[in-house]
């Protein structure tokens, strides 16, 4: 009786338990044309497999509010990049350019560089295509791309399971048909789509 009492009175006087704060799931809404992000989270400045590029100032590292991806843009990006490196230590380190803003949503020339009209809900990544010279900036003309190395992260983000990889009209890389699209001003860059 006692101790059933005891329980009885410490219940009582313990305060109420806060709720839990429920987790911030990264969630892309809308479309890549015409979306946002929630939960986003910031790809990394740099690493051993990668550098980071902005359109906007030319220049590594890439600002933070440039590079916000779903956790899972984020995740599978940078296994990918660790993977290849893996596979090509003698490469030089992939530059990674813009994904989307802290909150997704409109990421036109206002920001700089030529803008994007995706890349508003936290699915789409810049990818720089690797330089013959190994140079850590993006190639300018397409033969400085070192084709053999770029079309290795084509068939590596299609692996990847990305929805779209869409490739310059000049740099001669090639993948499953509706996956691999080739279109104007890609020709210094691959651009990775994810599925939501
Ligand atoms: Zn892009």
């Given at each position: ?18 709720l ?13 044309h ?42 599978t ?98 993948g ?21």
């Open positions: 009786m006692h101790l059933i009492a005891a329980a009885v009175t410490t219940l009582a006087l313990l305060p109420p338990a806060p839990p704060a429920p987790p911030e799931v990264s969630r892309a809404l809308g479309k890549p015409d979306g946002r992000l929630a939960g986003g989270v910031p790809f990394p400045e740099q690493g051993p497999a990668f550098y980071t590029w902005d359109w906007g100032l030319k220049r590594s590292p890439n600002r933070v509010w440039r590079r916000y991806g779903t956790a899972k843009t984020v995740a990006t940078l296994t990918v990049l660790e993977e290849f490196r893996a596979a090509h230590p003698e490469a030089p380190r992939v530059g990674v350019a813009d994904l989307s803003r802290p909150h997704g949503g409109p990421f036109g020339r206002r920001f700089g560089g030529l803008g994007h009209a995706s890349h508003q809900n936290g699915l789409d990544v810049d990818i720089a295509y690797p330089r013959r010279d190994r140079r850590e900036k993006p190639p300018i003309r397409p033969d400085q791309v070192d084709r053999r190395l770029a079309q290795d992260l084509v068939d590596r983000f299609v692996r990847a399971g990305a929805r779209h990889v869409f490739v310059g009209l000049n740099v001669r890389l090639k499953p048909r509706k996956v691999v699209v080739r279109l104007p001003n890609h020709d210094d860059h691959l651009h990775v789509r994810f599925r939501p």
